[in-house]
């Protein structure tokens, strides 16, 4: 029993030894890192030099098309629809026959009489159908000329000084992507609206082969003025705190520059102010820096365009 004893002691010893000396060399490990710089991080970074360009300054709007005019097809006489001789999509011209109706007077034999268009145009809506009752006050169709459709366009007031009568505009349409047409200003509503604070602009677009259909979404530029300018790329630039900088590679450190920003063009932005021209701005990676980080230059090109 005794001799038990004592090997369980003797283990018990040397466990806490173990444990002990272990111990005692985290410690000095941890003594030895403190005293120790840690690690510097470079970060590979890519410049551009700032570069000149013309910046075009423009005037967007949006609105939708509108049919160039769209009137209601009547019949003169009450009767019902015998038949519909056209449908969604006809082109009516002046004088054509698009319905006929028959007269239903108790005690006479009438001919069944023809609704005649009286304009030209589009069939955009039957509205009644064969069967359907109708009177001199009841629209059978409507009808919609989009030989020139028009572009009903809300510029923001502080804007509209720069639009006139007869300008050329650029219009694009989710509906074709890409492609560019163009339009002019017609018209310019007297009131503004106020609650969006802008002012509607009517401008025309010849539309031959009716591709272009009332209802479609559209944006609209004017191009008031080119200038030339200095730009950079726009990942270049960040915001903090709402103050717009950029970084400068300058001797393997990240400079923090404030910078004022103008118009966008593309994927490169206006510097206003705030850079001379010949400095090298970081472009990958800008967002992550901080002011004095250290740096390597691992690509240099030569412009920011």
């Not at 009131?191 to 002012?199: A, Q």
């Amino acid at each position: 029993m005794k001799i038990g004893r004592i090997i369980i002691v003797l283990i018990v010893i040397g466990l806490v030894a173990i444990i002990g000396y272990r111990a005692n060399q985290n410690i000095q490990a941890k003594k030895l890192a403190a005293g120790q710089p840690a690690p510097e991080t470079v970060v590979p970074v890519e410049v551009v030099a700032p570069a000149k360009m013309d910046i075009a300054d423009k005037v967007h709007a949006v609105g939708s098309i509108q049919s160039d005019a769209e009137v209601s097809i009547f019949s003169k006489v009450a009767g019902k629809i015998a038949n519909n001789l056209v449908k969604m999509g006809s082109v009516i011209t002046p004088g054509q026959v698009v319905s006929v109706v028959n007269r239903d007077e108790v005690g006479y034999d009438y001919k069944p009489y023809e609704v005649k268009s009286d304009a030209k145009g589009v069939v955009a809506r039957i509205l009644l159908n064969p069967g359907a009752s109708v009177n001199p006050n009841t629209p059978i169709l409507n009808l919609v000329d989009i030989d020139l459709v028009k572009v009903v366009a809300a510029v923001d007031e502080k804007k509209i000084r720069f639009i006139g009568m007869g300008q050329g505009a650029r219009v694009t349409l989710e509906a074709y992507p890409g492609e560019i047409f163009g339009a002019k200003v017609t018209n310019i509503s007297p009131v503004g609206n106020p609650v969006s604070r802008t002012i509607d602009v009517e401008l025309s677009i010849p539309n031959p082969t009716h591709r272009i259909k009332p209802g479609m979404y559209v944006e609209v530029e004017w191009t008031i003025s080119t200038r030339p300018a200095t730009v950079v790329p726009l990942a270049s630039v960040v915001d903090r705190g709402g103050q717009k900088y950029v970084f400068l590679a300058a001797e393997g450190q990240a400079k923090m520059t404030p910078v004022t920003v103008g118009a966008v063009a593309g994927d490169v932005i206006e510097i206003v102010s705030g850079l001379a021209g010949g400095e090298k701005v970081i472009t990958t990676g800008a967002g992550q820096l901080n002011d004095k980080d250290k740096i390597k230059v691992v690509e240099r090109s030569t412009s920011a365009i």
